[in-house]
């Protein structure tokens, strides 16, 4: 059975940082392009950040310079470092597993509140 489970999310000021994990099992972890997804209320889930494990990763422009995603085969695990976060960063984070054709994996999201 596979598992993606968030770690790491909560309450944050403006300015503040966060670091996000998910631990990936059921899986052949490093066959797989890992990411961060989230969705804000009233908003459709959108990309943050995705990483092959080997290869270009990929950013939304929103996050480029603020977040990094990184990944540990070793412990079928992959992060996303959240820096100078504001406001518009708070969301629903989704872990996220893919490997064409098959269908993606999501974890069950963890939320990211950033808030004086």
């Known amino acids: 059975q596979v598992q993606l489970v968030e770690s790491g999310g909560g309450l944050v000021q403006p300015g503040g940082s966060l670091r996000l994990s998910c631990a990936a099992s059921?899986?052949?972890?490093?066959?797989?392009?890992m990411g961060w997804y989230r969705q804000a209320p009233g908003k459709q889930r959108e990309l943050v950040a995705t990483i092959p494990s080997g290869g270009r990763i990929n950013y939304a422009d929103s996050v480029k310079g603020r977040f990094t995603i990184s990944r540990d085969n070793a412990k079928n695990t992959v992060y996303l470092q959240m820096n100078s976060l504001n406001p518009e960063d708070t969301a629903i984070y989704y872990c996220?597993?893919?490997?064409?054709?098959?269908?993606?994996?999501w974890g069950q999201g963890t939320q990211v509140t950033v808030s004086s």
């Open positions: 996220n597993a893919q490997r064409p054709p098959r269908d993606p994996y």
């Open positions: 059921g899986i052949l972890f490093s066959f797989y392009v």
